[in-house]
């Protein structure tokens, strides 16, 4: 199972950590993306970060204001959200695949129960 933490209320133009930890096996040997799901709206695909090289990945609507890292020692993943804005407002998940990163949720096999972002003043 995957843990995702650190979500709560921000306003805009501050910023927040998320982190990802894993229990039962650890994340360095996976893949590890994050995703966000606003009521009403399709789970989409935010960042992903890779097991082999650390290489990082963000889509469009993520490029310039988040950062995906990983701390291979404490087996973490971290996402850094700079400036929220209110469209960022959504459930945040993170998700294990074996495989390289992709933003294709049914190709993760691991998820968790994700952390609640809130963007407002």
């Known amino acids: 199972q995957l843990q995702a933490s650190g979500g709560g209320l921000v306003q805009p133009g501050g910023s927040l950590r998320l982190s990802c930890a894993a229990s039962?096996?650890?994340?360095?040997?996976?893949?590890i993306g994050w995703f966000r799901q606003a009521p009403g709206k399709e789970r989409e695909g935010v960042s992903c970060?890779?097991?082999?090289?650390?290489?990082?990945y963000y889509t469009d609507s993520a490029k310039g204001r988040f950062t995906i890292s990983r701390d291979k020692a404490k087996s973490m993943v971290y996402l850094r959200i700079e400036s929220p804005k209110p469209d960022d407002t959504a459930r945040y998940f993170c998700?294990?695949?074996?495989?390289?990163?992709?933003?294709?949720?049914?190709?993760?096999?691991?998820w968790g129960q994700g952390t609640q972002v809130t963007v407002s003043s």
């Open positions: 998700a294990a695949r074996t495989t390289g990163c992709g933003f294709n949720s049914r190709r993760y096999d691991h």
């Open positions: 039962g096996f650890t994340l360095d040997d996976y893949a």
């Open positions: 970060i890779s097991s082999s090289d650390g290489s990082t």
